[in-house]
Every structure is written in C-alpha cells, then in structure tokens.
C-alpha cells in the first residue's frame, strides 16, 4: 500500500509524517489487499482564526478498480485523520462486502 501525504498552508515534520502513515496502516490494513493507495491530503481550511479548521481528506484507490473517498476537519490534525479514517474504513469495507457478493452470484 502506497501512501501520499499533502499538505496545504503548513508543513510536515518526519515523526508527525511516520505516525500518520502507521495510522493509516493500522486503519486500512485489514483490507490491504484490495488497496493500492492512500492520498492524504491536510489543509488549513480558515488559516489563523482558529476552531475546527483542519481538514483531513482520504482518498483510497483500490485493487482491481475504484476510489473511496473521506474527509473530516477538527481543530486537532490527529482528530481529523481519526475520523477521516474511520469513514474511509467503513467505505472500503462495504466496497469490499459488494463486490464479494457480485462475485457470489452465479451467472
């Protein structure tokens, strides 16, 4: 599993970068092989007038086709990706339970 980290208006130091990718692992490694990768994209959405204004927004491509998409903003980088995960775990894993059963069907 590929993971893109972009970030918008702030930048990423390396141990912030390391924990966000095992977070992700952790999250989606249940269903890691029907993910080729993860874009997680973080932006400042309201600069510095504070609140929640952090955006996370996760973008799955998966095996063999299709793209799940999640985002969620809260005022703590760290709570913004939790979230986000979550609803893209629970995305990829519906996806995953509709195609088991389109191949369950006899033709």
Do not use: K, W
Not at 52 to 70: E, F, Q, S
Not at 78 to 91: F, T
Not at 92 to 104: L, P
């Amino acid at each position: 599993m590929l993971i893109n980290l972009r970030t918008q208006d702030f930048d990423m130091v390396g141990t912030i970068q390391r924990h966000l990718e095992r977070r992700v692992r952790a999250a989606l490694g249940s269903s890691a092989t029907h993910v080729d990768s993860v874009t997680l994209g973080f932006s400042d959405v309201n600069g510095p007038r504070g609140g929640d204004d952090l955006r996370c927004a996760i973008t799955v491509d998966l095996i063999p086709r299709g793209t799940v998409r999640a985002e969620a903003t809260s005022s703590d980088l760290i709570s913004a990706l939790g979230r986000a995960l979550a609803r893209a775990r629970r995305s990829v894993n519906r996806d995953e339970q509709h195609g088991r059963r389109r191949r369950a069907r006899p033709e």
